[in-house]
T-cell receptor
């Protein structure tokens, strides 16, 4: 069966410091991968998605970037964090091209607090 | 473009009472529809989904949802709520040939004993 892991689970970082959140999926190949952000009291905002290695689509202009160095690895980064980057970050995956249906499955999330 | 509206930000129900969470979507064709549940500080768990066929779909934990094309709605229901159902619920819509899901803002369910 497929599993998704993301880490770290909790992170407290000072303003201006870098960020790296990692996500890996097991038990599938060529998945679509996603990074969502959930700010306090708000819904889910899609930040990035990827349909393949090195292919990144950005949904909103922001201080963050994403990379997909391997088929089942998705990384969310920032060079200099802002206070507004605080939030709950969720990695997610779905079966890729040719698979019917778009059920997206989520990781457990990473809490980022920028201080 | 797809969009989802969950008109109720908070709902409080008594344990054992019935529940209905509302979801309205905007999409030009028949969408794929989903309900997810999120407990505090955790990821999202899929409750149920609608792709085609029977418009009444059954999910986990005793939940069901009905797709009504004429009303562009996909409301979530449960006949008898348990205290453990307290969580935040998200409705989402996706295009059948698309890569993305668009989520509503969520409805926080509180269950009182």
């Amino acid at each position: 069966s497929q599993t998704i892991h993301q880490w770290p689970a909790t992170l407290v970082q000072p303003v201006g410091s870098p960020l790296s959140l990692e996500c890996t999926v097991e038990g599938t190949s060529n998945p679509n991968l996603y990074w969502y952000r959930q700010a306090a009291g708000r819904g889910l905002q899609l930040l990035f998605y990827s349909v393949g290695i090195g292919q990144i689509s950005s949904e909103v202009p922001q201080n963050l970037s994403a990379s997909r160095p391997q088929d089942r690895q998705f990384i969310l980064s920032s060079k200099k964090l802002l206070l507004s980057d605080s939030g709950f970050y969720l990695c997610a995956w779905r079966q890729g091209l040719g698979a019917r249906g778009n059920t997206i499955y989520f990781g457990e999330g990473s809490w980022l607090t920028v201080v | 473009a797809q969009s989802v509206t969950q008109p109720d930000i908070h709902i409080t129900v008594s344990e054992g009472a019935s529940l209905e969470l509302r979801c309205n979507y905007s999409y030009g064709a028949t969408p794929y529809l989903f309900w997810y549940v999120q407990s505090p500080g955790q990821g999202l768990q899929l409750l149920l989904k609608y792709f085609s066929g029977d418009t009444l779909v059954q999910g986990i934990k005793g939940f069901e949802a009905e797709f009504k094309r004429s009303q562009s709605s996909f409301n979530l229901r449960k006949p008898s709520v348990h205290w453990s159902d307290a969580a935040e619920y998200f409705c989402a819509v996706g295009a059948p040939d698309g890569n993305k899901l668009v989520f509503g803002a969520g409805t926080i369910l509180r269950v009182k004993s």
